[in-house]
DNA sequence: CAGATAATGACACTCCTTTTCATTTACACC
DNA sequence: GGTGTAAATGAAAAGGAGTGTCATTATCTG
């Protein structure tokens, strides 16, 4: 899924839009009384330009490309500290261990490609009528759904051909 | 979520059902060439019966009131075995780790209880629609899904009046 | 009943994550 | 710009979930 020797996407796909998000994650941690360290900013960076969800090991080793003495329960309390404010979330794998990715906006739900890892949020799922009717019959008060769908992103596809 | 003083509930959803379950699944065993030992027949029976989803230790130490010298090994070796079979499948927890729960019948996903841990399958959704839109203007060759929904059962909703 | 082999339990081990603690660093205040 | 205080860090150790090894025990076949 994820290759060790090509860390090429992560600066790829790092836009005006992924720009903006590490200056917003940078003030929210500031907001909430936590220091900006030269560490934690590279965290942010790497975290708040990838395209796919990140194991906290995948992190530790890009993160020590900037900040060589950097040690791994820092990830971990990084990680544990942007969770905590909504900037980031665990994406759940079907082996077992987390991976991390920004948060959804409002109700979004994840898209995963089960070749490369590429995670993208899409939005506009209703289900509010299936979920009603699972409801009455089930005696259940539903409160909450999670919802990931899995595949092949167009750039996988394409490199199939 | 599980109280440790509290196996009332596995005994007292044991219908003919998880009878019936409890047989086809030592059948099942017993086809693939594995042998019927009494610790297999008691994690078995245990987990045919059970209304919520189990970790290994909670079916280790649910298995022990039935064979004292059971080891927690042995309980993942057997988990590994149904699973195998299909018998039983692993259910993500928000936390991390994993419980086992019987497996679904067919297109069928699964409803939580947040407040006692219940575990009821549900079907007929129909996602074709919304998935197809999705894959349209993600580019990405949907292919798989995955729903689960949280709520409160019928039970605990009485308990809360 | 006896032989072949699967299953078991004890122990040790790996992997992911958290805790502890002494040292370093950022930031508020002067 | 210094200075003090509390947060952040890294190293080491501990914790919890799950797996591998191996001698012993139990199940099944004939
Ligand atoms: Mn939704
Ligand atoms: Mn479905
Ligand atoms: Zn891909
Ligand atoms: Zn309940």
């Known amino acids: 899924m994820y290759n060790e020797n090509d860390f090429h996407y992560l ?3 790092m836009n005006t839009n992924a720009t903006d998000l ?5 003030s929210s941690l500031q907001n909430s009384g936590y220091r900006l360290t030269e560490t934690r900013r590279a965290l942010v960076e790497i975290l708040a330009a990838s395209s796919h969800a990140l194991s906290a090991v995948e992190l530790y080793d890009l993160g020590r490309r900037e900040c060589p003495r950097l040690g791994l329960v820092t990830v971990y309390r990084t990680l544990e500290k942007l969770e905590e404010l909504g900037l980031i979330q ?3 794998q079907p082996g077992g261990c987390h991976m991390y990715l920004r948060a959804a906006q409002g109700h979004q739900h994840l898209l995963l490609c089960t070749a490369c890892g590429r995670a993208e949020y899409f939005d ?5 009528t299936f979920m009603n009717s699972v409801a009455d019959q089930s005696g259940f008060d539903v409160r909450d759904h999670w919802l990931q769908l899995f595949g092949l992103c167009q750039q996988c596809r394409d490199h199939d051909l």
Do not use: C, I, K, M
Not at 22 to 26: K, V
Not at 124 to 128: A, M, N, P
């Open 11 to 13: 600066y790829a796909t």
């Open 22 to 26: 590490y200056q917003s994650w940078l």
């Open 90 to 92: 665990r994406v759940h």
């Open 124 to 128: 506009g799922d209703d289900l509010s």
